[in-house]
């Protein structure tokens, strides 16, 4: 009788221990990611023209849970979603962009290749514009030290 309650208690064990690992494989971290969003009066020359340059960019700090950091970080982004306080601060973004979004992504190599659906070709416009929107997205993918270059699909995305 001892025998089988060793037996058993040892089962239950192992399944609680099962169970533990199962859920801690599950849970999402949470990560401080940065969103690089624009600014206009930090990106001007000496005769205030914009320049329509990384310059302008600054970063708004965020926490997410995800399995998948750099997808959602994107994804993220690319909601536009600015808060009160930061738009006070002189930041905007065109984010986001009817019928844009981000099908998939594939780190190979620090090559960070992004996928996105542009029905509506919102991407298109002034080399000013489309300038801006791609540093946006290729300055906050390349926050994480895994990712050097970034590239987009199809090609046509952010053409003047």
């Known amino acids: ?34 969103l690089y969003y624009y600014n206009p009066e930090l990106d001007k020359d000496e005769a205030g023209n914009i320049m329509c340059s990384e310059k302008g960019l600054v970063p708004v700090v965020r926490t997410l849970s995800s399995k998948n950091v750099i997808e959602d970080t994107i994804a993220l982004l690319i909601k536009g979603e600015l808060t009160e306080e930061e738009r006070k601060e002189g930041l905007t973004t065109e984010y986001p962009l009817e019928g844009f979004n981000l099908v998939k992504t594939e780190l190979k190599d620090g090559v960070l290749t992004l996928t ?6 919102k991407t298109s416009g002034g080399s000013c514009r489309v300038n801006i929107l791609w540093s ?25």
Do not use: C, H, S
């Open 1 to 34: 009788m001892n025998r089988k309650i060793g037996w058993v208690v040892l089962l239950v064990v192992v399944i609680g221990v099962a169970l533990y690992f199962v859920w801690q494989t599950g849970r999402a971290e949470e990560t401080e990611i940065k």
């Open 116 to 121: 996105f659906e542009d029905p509506n070709n």
């Open 136 to 160: 946006q997205i290729a300055k906050t993918a390349k926050q994480f030290p895994q990712v050097q270059e970034v590239r987009f699909l199809p090609e046509e995305l952010f053409q003047p």
